[in-house]
């Protein structure tokens, strides 16, 4: 398989409910809740495109756009961007969708590096 081949079939999708105890004062998604989910749909891309042991080494620009209020459907879409020797990128985007509506935007996006390590947790190669 190639490594084209190998990026799409490592597409991650997951789908939330945005419930109160998700959410801060301002009854919307805290931040740091919000980029433990990306982390870890991340993770789960990085994974089934090496089958290798990842682990996060960066989390690089995140841009947060929209608040994302309780009540709301979350869907998070994990995608490879870069492929290197040991590493690679993994661009999260996070949309919203009304409960009930058919409204859909998007509200976070971010870019997570990750490294394949081997038992040693030394890093070794993923193509």
Do not use: C, W
């Not at 190639?2 to 931040?31: C, M, S």
């Amino acid at each position: 398989m190639t490594v084209e081949e190998r990026k799409i079939k490592a597409e991650t999708r997951v789908f939330k409910a945005v419930f109160p105890n998700t959410t801060n004062h301002y009854d919307t998604l805290f931040g740091g809740t919000a980029m433990s989910m990306m982390d870890e749909v991340a993770f789960i891309a990085a994974t089934r495109f090496s089958r290798k042991k990842m682990v996060t080494i960066s989390s690089d620009k995140i841009d947060f756009t929209q608040p994302i209020k309780a009540g709301t459907i979350i869907e998070l879409i994990a995608n490879i961007t870069h492929v290197g020797n040991t590493s690679l990128k993994v661009r999260v985007d996070i949309f919203t969708e009304e409960m009930y509506s058919d409204k859909r935007e998007k509200a976070i996006t971010g870019t997570f590096t990750f490294v394949a390590i081997d038992e040693n947790k030394k890093p070794v190669s993923i193509l």
